[in-house]
């Protein structure tokens, strides 16, 4: 996904899911299709409400600033 497309996304748990495998296949290889993106979205959910219950759309720029430690929970 293009950096300036993801800027101006709406980032809802959808977005952010496919956001999220497209970083795992990038960094371990690990391609997650169709059929395992309920599985990243129960983990995502999961990981929001563990933070805060803060909102897609804030996770994803918490990602960008802390994406060295917060890879690990990816």
């Given at each position: 996904m293009n950096k300036s497309i993801r800027k101006n996304m709406e980032w809802d748990i959808d977005t952010l899911s496919v956001y999220i495998s497209?970083?795992?296949?990038?960094?371990?290889?690990n391609i997650l299709g169709?059929?395992?993106?309920?599985?990243v979205?129960?983990?995502?959910?999961?990981?929001?409400m563990t933070m805060g219950g803060i909102?897609?759309?804030?996770?994803?720029?918490?990602?960008?600033d802390n994406y060295a430690s917060e890879?690990?929970?990816?």
């Open positions: 497209e970083i795992v296949a990038n960094e371990s290889g169709d059929s395992q993106q309920s599985m979205r129960s983990r995502l959910r999961r990981r929001l909102s897609p759309k804030d996770y994803y720029h918490y990602l960008q890879s690990s929970q990816l």
